[in-house]
C-alpha cells in the first residue's frame, strides 16, 4: 500500500466556521507533511512531523493547528480562516532517516490533496 | 534558505527528447528530487540524486552538478500523457528534530504537442 489518503477531497467553509483536515498512511513512514499549493504555484512546506513530534513550522498562522495523533494519522485543524486561505492542501509522508549524516533517497508521498474554499 | 528556479514552461513534439533545467542556491543541500504533477493530482516522485552524475530510470533521468548547484530532467520519447508540471525540489541539511525539508522550485509547464 503507497497510498497516502486525505479527507475531505473538497472543503467549503466560512471565516468563522472550524474543520479539520484529515491524511492516513500505512507505509510505516514516520515523517509526515502538510504544504499548501496555490493555483500554478509549487507546492509550500507548513508542518513537518516525525516520530509524531512537531519538527518543522514554517511561521504558519496560528488559525492552522497541526496534529500528529499517531504514526499513520495527521490532522489539519481550520478556525477563523480567510479567504486567502483557499488553495489545494498536500499531505504527504516519507521515512525518516533519524540522525543519519548521509541521506537515502526518502522520497514523498502525496496524498491527492483537499481543496479548501474559505468564503 | 533555498532559491530554485525553473523554466515557466517548455513545449515539445511527440517522441522528441526534453531538457528540464533547475539551478538552485541554498544553504543546505542533502540531495534533490524530480515530481511530476499532473493539472489537479498530487505530485508523483520521478527521480532522486544526492551525488554529482546521471540517474536513469526509464524514459526519465536526472542529472545533478552540486559545485554548479544545477540539475536537469530528460525526459525521452516523449508522450501526450507527459504533459504536466515538472517540480524540482531540494532537500536541507538534516532537521535537528527530525523529518525532511523539502523546499520546490518554481515548477516548469510542459506541454506536448503532435
Known amino acids: 500500500d503507497t497510498e497516502v489518503t486525505q479527507t475531505p477531497k473538497h472543503l467549503v467553509m466560512g471565516m468563522t466556521n472550524k474543520k479539520s483536515l484529515k491524511c492516513e498512511q500505512h507505509?510505516?513512514?514516520?515523517?509526515m507533511y502538510w504544504y499548501k499549493q496555490k493555483a500554478k504555484k509549487p507546492p509550500e512546506l507548513m508542518f513537518v512531523?516525525?516520530?509524531?513530534?512537531?519538527?518543522i513550522n514554517e511561521s504558519v498562522p496560528s488559525r492552522f493547528s497541526p496534529e500528529c495523533p499517531n504514526s499513520s494519522l495527521l490532522n489539519l485543524h481550520l478556525h477563523a480562516l480567510q479567504p486567502e486561505d483557499s488553495a489545494l492542501y498536500l499531505c504527504?509522508?516519507?521515512?525518516?532517516?533519524?540522525?543519519?549524516?548521509?541521506?537515502?533517497?526518502?522520497?514523498?508521498?502525496f496524498g491527492q490533496g483537499t481543496r479548501l474554499t474559505v468564503v | 534558505g533555498q532559491n530554485i528556479d525553473q523554466p515557466t514552461e517548455m513545449t515539445a513534439t511527440e517522441g522528441a527528447i526534453v531538457q528540464i533545467n533547475c539551478t538552485y542556491q541554498?544553504?543546505?543541500?542533502?540531495?534533490l528530487f524530480w515530481y511530476q504533477q499532473h493539472a489537479g493530482e498530487a505530485p508523483t516522485f520521478l527521480s532522486y540524486n544526492v551525488l554529482d552524475g546521471l540517474e536513469e530510470k526509464g524514459r526519465f533521468s536526472s542529472f545533478l552538478s552540486r559545485s554548479k548547484g544545477y540539475s536537469y530532467l530528460l525526459l525521452k520519447e516523449l508522450q501526450m500523457k507527459d504533459s504536466a508540471s515538472y517540480l524540482c525540489a531540494v532537500r536541507d541539511r538534516k532537521v535537528t528534530g527530525g523529518g525532511n525539508k523539502l523546499t520546490f522550485g518554481t515548477g516548469t509547464q510542459l506541454k506536448v504537442e503532435l
Open positions: 507505509m510505516g513512514h514516520r515523517a
Open positions: 541554498t544553504s543546505g543541500f542533502n540531495g
Open positions: 504527504a509522508s516519507s521515512q525518516d532517516t533519524g540522525t543519519a549524516t548521509y541521506f537515502p533517497n526518502t522520497e514523498a508521498f
Open positions: 512531523y516525525s516520530y509524531e513530534k512537531l519538527s
